[in-house]
T-cell receptor, first 114, second 115 residues
């Protein structure tokens, strides 16, 4: 049983296209995140949702739109893809936001924009 | 804003040796959490160890231990009796207790264990 699952794992697309990455967790967590890992392996948070409410929204282009239909799902939609969007996108979840609650990460989705 | 710095982009040791990965951070907060995550070639992010800043005792998990120096804002990871499976990227991360609950990561250290 995969705790945090992301689909697709790999995505190759052309500039200008719109794409989505889906994330689901079966841990009963109420907080979910999207992180971006660039080509230099640097990890940076993009968004966080707690019980379907957006609580963290870093400086991310508005071409990126997260959607959380319920607390077990957090999807990432990207419009008008650009070369610089090529990265690995990680979904993660945690139980609440307080304390040393550990994030459980998905396996990542590698997006390549040509 | 908090920053986390890992000054060693790459390290390489022989199997069974002990290796220490460095991490420093900058914060004005007095209470916070620190973590080490491992990312093997499979790309999966795996928690290695965590430390609460209000605890003076250094955290230990089997062959992994930390040296937490709060005054110096240093949080190094020691891997004893290193194994081939320890080959991975290692990320140090900081998390506030108050305010935005997000992990701030360092740049990572690529560790290679040689047979």
């Amino acid at each position: 049983d995969t705790a945090v699952s992301q689909t697709p794992k790999y995505l190759v697309t052309q500039m200008g296209n719109d794409k989505s990455i889906k994330c689901e967790q079966n841990l009963g967590h109420d907080t979910m995140y999207w992180y971006k890992q660039d080509s230099k392996k640097f990890l940076k948070i993009m968004f966080s949702y707690n019980n379907k409410e957006l609580i963290i929204n870093e400086t991310v282009p508005n071409r990126f739109s997260p959607k959380s239909p319920d607390k077990a799902h957090l999807n990432l939609h990207i419009n008008s893809l650009e070369l610089g969007d090529s990265a690995v996108y990680f979904c993660a979840s945690s139980l609440g936001t307080a304390g040393a609650n550990v994030l459980t990460f998905g396996a990542g989705s590698r997006l390549t924009v040509l | 804003a908090q920053t986390v710095t890992q000054s060693q982009p790459e390290m390489s040791v022989q199997e069974a040796e002990t290796v220490t990965l460095s991490c420093t951070y900058d914060t004005s907060e007095s209470n916070y959490y620190l973590f080490w995550y491992k990312q093997p070639p499979s790309r999966q992010m795996i928690l290695v160890i965590r430390q609460e800043a209000y605890k003076q005792q250094n955290a230990t998990e089997n062959r992994f231990s930390v040296n937490f120096q709060k005054a110096a804002k240093s949080f190094s990871l020691k891997i004893s009796d290193s194994q081939l499976g320890d080959t991975a990227m290692y990320f140090c991360a900081f998390k506030r207790i108050q305010g935005a609950q997000k992990l701030v990561f360092g740049q990572g250290t690529r560790l290679t264990i040689n047979p």
